[in-house]
């Protein structure tokens, strides 16, 4: 089985015109990946402070 061309850039910007994106710039991409970045800094911290003995 053939397949297509793949050419999927990772961050789509403003003037571009094509759909092979993973992101975009827009508000909800940003905000996404700030509440995704602050969960992994939340379970992080978590887990240094399971991992301490008082």
Do not use: C, D, W
Not at 38 to 46: E, H, Q, S, T, Y
Request: hydrophobic share 45%; charged share 25%.
């Amino acid at each position: 089985m053939k397949q297509g061309e793949e050419n999927t850039k990772l961050v789509k910007e403003p003037h571009e015109e094509t759909n092979k994106y993973i992101f975009q710039k827009n508000r909800k991409t940003k905000l996404g990946a700030v509440i995704v970045i602050g969960f992994l800094v939340i379970i992080v911290i978590a887990v240094m402070l399971s991992g301490l003995t008082i």
